[in-house]
Structure formats: structure tokens, C-alpha cells
């Protein structure tokens, strides 16, 4: 079976990419490389010793996407090409409501040109309204959300489920399947170290500071807050490792094709770290120093944020398997392995 994996070559892309070959399927990318480098999906076929097809391509770019479904004869699409910087996002309003809606809505024109009726859409807890009890369940309030990014990510699952129904009232075939993932805080590595998450530039998510920091790039990692209502006062977060969010997919791909649904279904351990445990962990688990600095709190940020997993197994039957300590082992292996990340 073909999957068309847009995004493959990103943090997320490419270790779904390796889950998918070593389960047998059929892999294509496409990818503009906005955010990734080609040398990722050398890497990937260097793990699985498979090959994938690339297309070096916009996937607003219809024409060349009606190429691609005519020449592969795509099942179900796996949809991670997206702009993602939370504070890029509020700056450039408009470039992320392009990037990230159009490439949706260009998917759905050429998915029902070519009767593809399979989507699952990389979605994010950040679809959640500030104020929600913990843990976020999937029928949590969504929408009032801080920034246009995700605005983009709620947009996306409204334009699915939309598409969705039409599909299915228009035809008296079977109807669509669209999974909207919403993941908690990937992070983490491949065990081989040879593909992990290469941010261009100052990171702006905390695994990556800490391990650059680890590795004596940066200086000192700001922790922004330490007043926050939670047991250290840091912010507390759910943070998955990127290989089980990998087999997440392989998982969410099983079950479109067992039947239609239309699902929002959270990918999270079920539970909270802080910041605080976080440096510890890291700290102990690679024996590096890791020295850091409280600043003031960062705009936007929400104290805590956790899922209630449960769905996941039900729906899926996946649940997260690796620990805090797989984590930060092979985000640690990753970095070492490559200190500027992957080569131009
Ligand atoms: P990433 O930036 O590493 O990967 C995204 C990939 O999409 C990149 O390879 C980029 O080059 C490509 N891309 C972007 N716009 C494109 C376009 N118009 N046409 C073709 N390719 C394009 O990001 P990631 O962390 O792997 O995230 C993948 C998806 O998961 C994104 O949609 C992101 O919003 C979502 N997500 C990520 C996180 C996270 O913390 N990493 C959390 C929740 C959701
Ligand atoms: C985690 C915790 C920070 C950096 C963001 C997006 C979200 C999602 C994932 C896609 C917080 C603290 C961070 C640093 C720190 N992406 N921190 N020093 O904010 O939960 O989520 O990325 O959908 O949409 O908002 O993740 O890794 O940025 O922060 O103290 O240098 O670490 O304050 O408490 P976040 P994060």
C-alpha cells in the first residue's frame, strides 16, 4: 500500500517515514525542504536499507500533486508539511494561513480528483482553549486559540471534517477516513542517532535548547518562569517521544483503511514533566552540565498542559511505550552525533 507523506523530511515526517517502510508500505514524499534538508531521507533509507520516492515539490503546488497521485496510486496521505513556529506565526500572520490552509485544501481537491479517501492530518494540543481542566480530553473545548498557528491547525480539522461529510453525502460509496492527531510535545530521537529534530537557528522549544546547550552551543538555557501554579513552579508539559508518535501513525493508517470515521484523537503519555524535571533528567542521563538561568515567563505560555491518552488505545490501540529516559537518551545520542545537525 502507497502512503503519500507530506512533510517527510521534517522531525515528525521522517521518522514516520522509517515506522511505514519497516511495516511494509510504499512510501512517497513530498517536501520543499522550507524546513528540512534531503539529507534526512538519505538517512532514512540508510535505517530501513529501503527506498522512498521524493519529489522535491510545494504541495500547494496542484499540478505537480495531480502528477504525483497519477503516477502512485496513493491509499491514504499523511499530511505534516506546515509551517510550525508559534511566535513566526503571530509575526507572519499570513504566510502560515496560506502555508499550512492551502496545503490542506489543495490535498482535499486532489484527493477527490483521484477518489483518495484517506487523511491523517498532523494536528496539536494547541487546538485546546486555555482554561480546560487537565487532562485535555478529546472533547475539551477547542477554538480562542493564542496565535495564528493555531488558529491554522483548528481551521484544518474544521476544513476536514467538512470535506468529510460532503464526501460521504455526495457518494453512495464508502466515505472518508480522517484522522486528526493531536499531538502533546514530541521530542526525542531514532535510537541510531542518525535522524532527529534539526531546528534552524535559536530553538524555540526546550528539548532542543537543552540539548544544544548540553553540547556547549548555547550558553545557558533560559526557563521561562518559575512562579507558575505547579509543584516547582515551572511550566508542565507532556512530552512523547517522536519514535511512539511515529508508530502512532502507522497505527492511525491501520485504522483508516479498516473503515470510515472521522476522529480527533490525542497523542500524549498521559504525563506531565516540568521544566525543572526535565534539565535533571537530561542532566543524569547524559552527564552533561546544563547550566540555565530563570527568566520571565514567555508570552502565550500556559502552565500546565496534559492529555488524557485513552482514546488513543481505544481507537488505535496505541499507547506510548518509551520512557523520560529513552527520551532525553536518544535526543542526547542524536546531538552528540550531529553538534550542528544534519549537513548541508
Ligand atoms: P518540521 O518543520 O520538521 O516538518 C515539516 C516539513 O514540512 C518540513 O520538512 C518542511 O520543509 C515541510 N513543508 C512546510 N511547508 C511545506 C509546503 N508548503 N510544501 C511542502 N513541504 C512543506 O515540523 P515537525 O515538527 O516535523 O511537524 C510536522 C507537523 O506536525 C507540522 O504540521 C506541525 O505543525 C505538526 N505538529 C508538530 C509538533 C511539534 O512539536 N513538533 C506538535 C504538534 C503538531
Ligand atoms: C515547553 C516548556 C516553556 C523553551 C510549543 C507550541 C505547540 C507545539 C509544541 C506544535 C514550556 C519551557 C521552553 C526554553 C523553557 N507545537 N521552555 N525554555 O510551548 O508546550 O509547545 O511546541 O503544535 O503548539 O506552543 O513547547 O518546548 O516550547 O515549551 O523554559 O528555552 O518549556 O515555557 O513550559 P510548548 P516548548
Known amino acids: 500500500m502507497t502512503i503519500l507523506v507530506t512533510g517527510g523530511a521534517g522531525y515528525i515526517g521522517s521518522h514516520t517515514c522509517v515506522e511505514l517502510l519497516e511495516?511494509?508500505?510504499?512510501?512517497?514524499v513530498?517536501?520543499?525542504?522550507?524546513?528540512?534538508?534531503?539529507?534526512?531521507?538519505?538517512?532514512?533509507?540508510?535505517?530501513t536499507g529501503q527506498n522512498l520516492c521524493f519529489y522535491e515539490t510545494d504541495v500547494r503546488d496542484e499540478a505537480k500533486m495531480d502528477e504525483i497521485f497519477q503516477k502512485h496510486n496513493v491509499?491514504?496521505?499523511?499530511h505534516f508539511a506546515g509551517l510550525k513556529a508559534v511566535g513566526e506565526s503571530v509575526a507572519k500572520p499570513l504566510a502560515y494561513y496560506d502555508n499550512n490552509l492551502n496545503t490542506t485544501l489543495t490535498l482535499c481537491r486532489v484527493m477527490?480528483?483521484?477518489?483518495?479517501?484517506?487523511?491523517?492530518?498532523?494536528?496539536?494540543?494547541?487546538?485546546?482553549?486555555?482554561?480546560?481542566?487537565?487532562?485535555?480530553?478529546?472533547?475539551s473545548s477547542t477554538g480562542g486559540c493564542s496565535n495564528p498557528y493555531g488558529w491554522t491547525k483548528y481551521m484544518c480539522e474544521q476544513i476536514l471534517r467538512d470535506a468529510a461529510?460532503?464526501?460521504?453525502?455526495?457518494?453512495?460509496?464508502?466515505?472518508?477516513?480522517?484522522?486528526l492527531l493531536r499531538y502533546f510535545n514530541p521530542i526525542g530521537a531514532h535510537e541510531s542517532g542518525l535522524i532527529g529534530e534539526d531546528p534552524l537557528g535559536i530553538p524555540n522549544n526546550l528539548l532542543p535548547y537543552i540539548a544544544q546547550t548540553a553540547v556547549g552551543r548555547r550558553d545557558k538555557l533560559p526557563v521561562y518562569g518559575n512562579d507558575y501554579n505547579t509543584p516547582d513552579g515551572t511550566g508542565v508539559?507532556?512530552?512523547?517521544?517522536?519514535?511512539?508518535?511515529?508508530?502512532?501513525?502507522?497505527?492511525a493508517v491501520k485504522r483508516a483503511v479498516q473503515s470510515p470515521c472521522v476522529e480527533a484523537?490525542?497523542?500524549?503519555?498521559?504525563?506531565?514533566?516540568?521544566?525543572?524535571?526535565?534539565?535533571e533528567a537530561f542532566k543524569r542521563v547524559s552527564g552533561a552540565a546544563i547550566p540555565y538561568e530563570i527568566?520571565?515567563?514567555?508570552?502565550?505560555?500556559?502552565?500546565?498542559?496534559?492529555?488524557?491518552?485513552?482514546?488513543?488505545?481505544?481507537?488505535?490501540?496505541?499507547?506510548?511505550?518509551?520512557?523520560?529516559?529513552?527520551?532525553?537518551?536518544?535526543?542526547w545520542r542524536w546531538q552528540k552525533q550531529n553538534p550542528n545537525g544534519y549537513p548541508l
Not at 513530498?30 to 535505517?47: M, Q, T
Not at 491509499?75 to 499523511?78: G, H, R, S
Not at 461529510?165 to 484522522?179: D, I, N, P, Y
Not at 508539559?237 to 497505527?251: I, S
Request: charged residues 25%.
Open 112 to 139: 477527490q480528483k483521484h477518489g483518495v479517501k484517506r487523511f491523517v492530518f498532523s494536528s496539536s494540543a494547541t487546538v485546546y482553549s486555555a482554561g480546560n481542566p487537565m487532562p485535555l480530553t478529546e472533547s
Open 30 to 47: 513530498a517536501d520543499n525542504l522550507c524546513n528540512s534538508k534531503r539529507e534526512a531521507l538519505e538517512r532514512v533509507k540508510r535505517i
Open 165 to 179: 461529510a460532503a464526501a460521504s453525502a455526495a457518494t453512495a460509496s464508502e466515505g472518508w477516513s480522517v484522522l
Open 23 to 28: 511495516n511494509g508500505y510504499d512510501v512517497v
Open 237 to 251: 508539559r507532556d512530552y512523547l517521544h517522536v519514535v511512539d508518535l511515529a508508530k502512532g501513525h502507522v497505527a
Open 295 to 331: 527568566k520571565d515567563r514567555r508570552p502565550g505560555d500556559l502552565a500546565v498542559c496534559w492529555a488524557e491518552p485513552s482514546k488513543a488505545v481505544q481507537w488505535l490501540g496505541w499507547r506510548a511505550q518509551k520512557t523520560l529516559d529513552d527520551m532525553c537518551a536518544d535526543t
Open 75 to 78: 491509499e491514504c496521505v499523511i
Open 265 to 279: 484523537i490525542n497523542l500524549g503519555t498521559g504525563e506531565g514533566v516540568s521544566v525543572l524535571q526535565m534539565i
